[in-house]
């Protein structure tokens, strides 16, 4: 088996509407298909950022986030870019705090984090 790439990651969101706006509105995702799987009485955004595609699910009711201390699974989505500060600035400017900037103890490349508004950890990577 030859592996090509990830070709998604999918998200279940506990606020459909406030989860679309960020990822969208944001982060600058675009809205490949919505809809709403009357089956699982839930909703399905397919979003996509250049070779990212990220599935968000709209939920009723889901458990909460184990966040701390960290749990098996998910840790983070990171995202590059080209400058960490110019983003950073971005970010705050629209409400979205982040940590500190700190380097990567092996690379040296600049880092922070940021969260959805679910709590999950998004990083961005210089």
Do not use: W
Not at 92 to 97: R, S
């Amino acid at each position: 088996m030859e592996l090509k790439k990830i070709h998604h990651v999918a998200i279940i969101v506990s606020d459909y509407e406030t989860s679309k706006e960020f990822y969208v509105e944001k982060l600058g995702f675009q809205i490949v298909r919505e809809h709403y799987r009357q089956e699982k009485d839930d909703y399905k955004l397919d979003l996509k950022l250049r070779d990212c595609e990220l599935e968000i699910f709209g939920v009723k009711n889901p458990p909460k986030r184990v966040n701390r201390p960290e749990a098996c699974g998910l840790r983070h989505l990171a995202f590059h870019v080209e400058d960490i500060e110019s983003a950073i600035r971005e970010l705050e400017q629209m409400g979205i705090p982040c940590e500190p900037v700190r380097r990567d103890a092996f690379t040296g490349e600049k880092m922070t984090f940021f969260f959805d508004p679910d709590g999950l950890p998004l990083e961005l990577h210089e």
